[in-house]
């Protein structure tokens, strides 16, 4: 718990892995947080508000039940995503905009949405949840890749557009994390990976949580990328 007071906070994907601690670490330090999720509403200290990212109108509602109960949102953090890995050949046009969608527009809607209020308040974070892969490109996982490059050229361009607002747009870029997304591949794959990360292991989900919690208390951070990857983006 800290001094200053609790401030608005919106979290997309909430309901598990990376999305989740990062509610946990807000709501625990005193923040009112809003946290969404699809289908299953998590049981947890903070306020649960059904979204697909996908949907537009999703979108707005969440946004609109956040501000009903805690007022203008002003840290987001877009942190719903979804892998699809598998070879360019056999990977479909639908295959493809499905991950773009849930990825980079998901969070286009939801920084769009936010910044509504922000603009009015004159202050505001947006952390977007992106990835090592962006950066260093990763086999079979050339449309997650694509998504999270994108986030990063949004977020830059976001940051110059709304940066004389008082409004700072920042990236996240996480390496191989234990949540579902890396239990979803097999041991010989995450030994792979993990044999190119200097520290030697997987982050947990609070280690990039308290990151995203340090940046959401920065003013004069804006347009960073900001990895927490165990030293694997290195160089890139
Ligand atoms: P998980 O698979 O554990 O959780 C994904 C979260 O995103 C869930 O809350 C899920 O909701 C939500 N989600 C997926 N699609 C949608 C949608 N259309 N609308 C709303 N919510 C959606 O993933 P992680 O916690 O591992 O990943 C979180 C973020 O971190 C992602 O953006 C991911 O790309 C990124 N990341 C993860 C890494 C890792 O190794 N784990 C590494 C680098 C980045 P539901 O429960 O309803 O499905």
Not at 13 to 38: H, K, P, Q, W
Not at 96 to 103: H, M, P, Q
Not at 172 to 198: K, N, Y
Request: hydrophobic letters at 40%.
């Amino acid at each position: 718990m800290t001094n200053r007071e609790a401030r608005s906070v919106l979290v997309t994907g909430a309901s598990r892995g990376i999305g989740l601690s990062i509610a946990r670490t807000f709501a625990e330090a005193g923040d009112n947080v809003a946290g969404t999720y699809r289908t299953t509403a998590p049981q947890e200290k903070f306020l649960s508000v059904r979204c697909d990212v996908t949907s537009e109108s999703d979108v707005d509602r969440a946004f609109t039940e956040a501000e009903a109960a805690h007022g203008l949102v002003e840290v987001l953090v877009a942190s719903a995503g979804i892998t699809h890995d598998q070879p360019l050949m056999r990977m479909t046009r639908e295959d493809f905009t499905s991950v773009l969608d849930t990825n980079l527009t998901g969070a286009f809607s939801a920084a769009q949405r936010a910044i509504r209020g922000m603009q009015r308040k004159r202050s505001g974070r947006i952390i977007l949840i992106s990835s090592a892969v962006a950066m260093r490109g990763e086999r079979w996982q050339s449309s997650y890749a694509a998504s999270k490059a994108g986030l990063v050229g949004f977020a830059r361009s976001l940051a110059r557009e709304v940066g004389p607002r008082g409004i700072t747009v920042n990236v996240v870029a996480p390496g191989l994390t234990r949540t579902d997304m890396s239990e979803a591949l097999t041991q010989e794959q995450r030994d792979q990976l993990i044999q190119h990360i200097p520290s030697g292991r997987l982050a947990e989900p609070q280690e990039i949580a308290d990151v995203v919690y340090f940046v959401a208390d920065q003013p004069y951070i804006n347009g960073a990328v900001i990895p927490v990857d165990g030293g694997a983006g290195m160089g890139h």
